[in-house]
DNA sequence: GAATTTCGACAATGTCATTGTCTTTATAGT
DNA sequence: ACTATAAAGACAATGACATTGTCGAAATTC
């Protein structure tokens, strides 16, 4: 317990109460949710990282520059996930014989495997959500949010936080 | 631009329409916009990191441990967070004289000015929110992220994101 | 066919976190 | 009072995720 953790209450309303915190701590919550959940169905290894990468790749496959661009970071960050989901068993690398330069990242079954339990989470999840907060404030949540969301690309956090150059 | 750039937009409600993206790009659109506010107000230094914890100072000081129990992470990463904050003149390091292990971290003036410059671009935010999405959404919008919110500290994100082992 | 662009790789670096160990100071139990 | 325990914070090593710059090979453009 903290040393002095009235001081927690008294500044709530200050600290925990603005939009950006409540934002990001029930994207927080959420994501943990997820993961436990996948935990529990035998992806304990899964990092937040990798249901963005996992998402960003389709049916077809996307070449590294691609699955760069709509996470929105450089290249050689989307290689260096495209290798370390490989070695999970997440990802493939084939060649694109119509173009050699470019390797092809295309998802393992195992990888389904991961999308379909998370469908399923998020789909229980929401469910739960129009219950506790009704059907009709739930639509208004999605509406604000889909507004507010802007049009920037499903960045990843950890560098966009750690980034010193803004562009 | 994307050399399959069409797929972006087959797949849009597939990757960006979940609620968890939705929550994430919200805040880092509101985020990237008060940065920008502050990098023309003349605290272009400012990292969204030192956001948090410059709330997290409370008026009277805090100690590093409390410090760290607030943002949810190691003591250690919030004496390094303190040191950076000291170093870019955001806080201050002092002697308690009740309890000589404690060293209690306090804002400086520009601390307090980049506060209530942040706090300034909030409000006008809210108030351009209100005015676009109307009163009574937005009132709906920050019930339904207080009950999604949960308990949760405003944990900083990087480290959360990058960690390996989920508690 | 030559100039340019694109793809992905390598190397070096930066930011933010973790764990483990340690010293110093405070507190609690007998 | 005296010992045992705990708490505060520092140091060192490590890990995760990103960036920039450079570079060679393959494609495209003129």
Redesign the pocket.
Known sequence: ???KGWIIVLMAHRFDDELPLLLIRSFRTIVDELHDHLSNAGFGEM????G??LKAIDDEG????????R??????????????MESLGLAE?HA??????????TRTERANAVLGESERFYRRKEAQWRKKLGDERYEVLRECLQQMAGTEPA???????????R?
């Open positions: 317990m903290s040393r990092r937040a990282l990798h963005f990468a996307v070449s590294i520059s691609e699955l760069a661009w996470l929105g970071v450089t290249k050689q960050a989307a290689a260096t996930t495209a290798s370390v690398r694109d014989p119509r173009d050699l330069r470019v390797s092809v990242i960045t990843s956090i950890p560098g966009w936080l750690g980034r010193s150059t562009t």
